[in-house]
């Protein structure tokens, strides 16, 4: 079921577009690698958060099947020209996949064509919204999912053909490539699994990107919380849960699972969380700035052990699978 209209997804592109150009000319503007953001902008001037532009991609409600999810990633800036690619390793044991995506973003001066394969197939890339990159010298970050439930498969995945000059800070430039996966179990079950996706940009100093996940089922409840996104520069960022910091002051660093005083690059963190109220979000300290590219957010809400046999009167349960 389509979420966005196309209209809508377009008016909210050029607004994006539209902000961030009334900001980006201003004195101390970074648009080279290894400098931060800049001061002032809608949250100085507004004086509060920058709404998340993610909408969900798909939802898994279910009452019997034993649904789980899993998200893993690869740096792939600069690996090789001109395309790049690299090795997502997933749990080597996984049970048959409901649904996959692949998600990669391109830093470039304008649209580059992606002839991307996973596992040595071709995938059918579907544009998300295009912003400013962050802080570097490619005009443009051009995030992009692929549904590739068929192609997954258990440890490792090669993703390759990514569009990259192979010289840093020169367009194109992909900064990584994630799997958000969601898989039967044998043994436990999630009461609910959420993947939204877009394209935040992360810019200024002291901003906040909050996006609501709109949990329906009972909390609180434990969950798994992933977020999904790239990061060029050196310098501190928060990923948060209901206004709770969950890492270390410099999150978009390069490490799957999160590690402590690791450099800077594409990332797949999660955390574990407890759920309720549901908003997650990323910001900037009010005295620096990182340049981040937040492109998924996933969150797995109450596992607990599998139910073998449906626990009502009807089919295995009701599966609610809704799609953009």
Known sequence: MFRVTLLARLHRVHLALLLFAAVAFLPGWALAEGRGGTVGGPDQSLGGPDPSNQTVRVRFQDDSRCLRLVAAGVNTKNASSPTTGGVITLPPVLGPIVWAGLYW??????????????????????????????CRTPIFANAYFALVTPLVIPGPNVVAGLDDSGTLNVSPETEGASLVVVYESA??????????????????VGQEIINAVPVT?????????????GD????????????????????????DPETV??????????????????????????????????????????????????????????LKTLYR
């Open 261 to 318: 005083g690791a450099g800077n690059g594409w990332d797949t963190d999660g955390w574990a969380v407890i759920v309720g109220p549901n908003v997650a979000s990323i910001s900037n300290p009010a005295t620096a700035g990182d340049c981040i590219d937040w492109v998924v957010t996933a969150l797995e809400v109450n596992v607990q052990n599998c139910q073998t046999t449906p626990n009502r009167k009807s089919t295995w349960g009701t």
């Open 217 to 229: 089922c009972a909390t609180p409840a434990p969950g798994t919380l992933y977020f999904v996104g």
């Open 187 to 204: 043994t436990s079950g999630a009461c609910e699994i959420i993947v939204m996706d877009g394209n935040d940009l992360l810019s200024l």
């Open 105 to 134: 973003v391109t830093l470039a001066d304008g649209a580059h064509p992606n002839v991307v394969t996973l596992n040595g197939t071709a995938v059918t890339p579907v544009a998300l919204p295009v912003t400013f990159s962050p």
């Open 232 to 255: 060029g520069q050196p310098f501190p960022d928060d990923q948060r849960w209901n206004g709770v910091v969950l890492g270390d002051g410099d999150d978009f660093d390069d490490s």
